[in-house]
């Protein structure tokens, strides 16, 4: 069983990568067909235009990342309860401090933090 899928894998995965992406063009397909020209009065598209618009679409908003949609997924988790871990109260301490007061402030323009200008510098003098 072992070599026949080994030897069969050539030609085994690309047929089920095509059957994948045959499944996700009809499922495009359909809810564009059933959905957009009620709600945008748009045309309706075939089989082969929902592929390309899938295709486009992965190429232009990417195929996601290893870690699921954060920023680093399950492995940045586990690095970081590590280190956690390996710090001392005190140090634990000042880094849930320092990380409430950097993640939790107020958004400024744009929805962004607002950032002191020296905020990494003065912190690694005081270290030095």
Do not use: H
Request: charge should be positive.
């Amino acid at each position: 069983m072992k070599k026949i899928f080994y030897k069969g894998r050539f030609i085994f995965i690309p047929l089920m990568a095509a059957a994948f992406l045959s499944l996700i063009s009809f499922v495009v397909m359909e809810l564009w067909n059933n959905l957009l020209p009620e709600i945008l009065q748009v045309r309706t598209i075939t089989f082969w235009q929902a592929m390309g618009l899938f295709v486009l679409c992965k190429i232009l908003f990417g195929f996601g990342k290893p870690g699921g949609f954060g920023r680093g997924g399950f492995g940045m988790r586990a690095k970081m309860a590590e280190r956690l871990e390996q710090m001392s109260p005190e140090e634990r301490a000042r880094f849930k401090e320092q990380f409430s007061d950097r993640m939790c402030r107020k958004r400024g323009r744009w929805g962004r933090a607002e950032w002191p200008e020296n905020d990494f510098k003065a912190e690694a003098d005081k270290n030095a």
